[in-house]
């Protein structure tokens, strides 16, 4: 049997990834077929086999691309020196855009992923934790800088941006446009009127 460059095996492992994300997008995770899968990157069943176990295997590896590369932009968006919220606006943006950039894997998030029984323990879920804990992230260090009330728990900010975006994502997946630019500013101006610090009267 020749052997197999790592290139080689890497570039073949590339095109399967890319057939499953297609066609998932194309006909949901449910509908699609190892064998489809395999048609599409030019390939055997036997073959595909050999560098995935199994369809679910394929789907977590497609969105597990999907989300370090995001994760990728706003680990780099955190790590900025900047006012909290230039870095807030800036978070939500890029977070509001990946949805609009991948309206077919948000959908198959949304309608296919998340409403698996296994979510709760499936390592999708892990890595949805750890992108949305960027965000957790800056708002701790904003507290402890004074920018924003202290007090306030930062998991609540979390799900209050990433509830909202998602919503209103949702939109996109549908196929309605979205102003990514003005949807992002609106809803940071809405989360800072209630995170600026209390103004203590003077007697």
């Known amino acids: 049997m020749p052997v197999i460059s790592p290139r080689k095996m890497q570039d073949r492992s590339d095109s399967i990834l890319d057939a499953a994300r297609s066609a998932f997008a194309e006909t949901g995770f449910e509908n699609t077929s190892v064998a489809q899968i395999a048609r599409r990157a030019g390939i055997s069943d036997g073959l595909l086999y050999r560098y995935f176990r199994n369809k679910r295997d394929l789907l977590n590896e497609v969105l597990r691309r999907f989300y370090e590369r995001t994760m990728l932009d706003l680990e780099e968006i955190a790590a900025r020196d900047m006012p909290f919220l230039d870095q807030l606006r800036d978070l939500v943006r890029r977070h509001l855009q990946t949805f609009v950039d991948d309206v077919d894997l948000c959908r198959l998030f949304f309608a296919e992923v998340r409403t698996q029984t296994d979510y709760a323990v499936s390592p999708i879920r892990q890595l949805n934790q750890r992108y949305t804990s960027i965000v957790v992230g800056i708002v701790q260090k904003a507290a402890a800088r004074g920018e924003i009330r202290q007090g306030?728990?930062?998991?609540?900010?979390?799900?209050?941006?990433?509830?909202?975006?998602?919503?209103?994502?949702?939109?996109?997946?549908?196929?309605?446009?979205?102003?990514?630019?003005?949807?992002?500013?609106?809803?940071?101006?809405?989360?800072?009127?209630?995170?600026?610090?209390?103004?203590?009267?003077?007697?």
């Open 152 to 203: 306030i728990d930062p998991r609540l900010v979390r799900d209050l941006i990433f509830g909202t975006v998602e919503h209103r994502a949702w939109s996109a997946v549908q196929g309605r446009q979205i102003d990514v630019d003005k949807t992002a500013n609106d809803l940071v101006d809405i989360v800072m009127v209630g995170l600026q610090p209390v103004k203590q009267e003077r007697l």
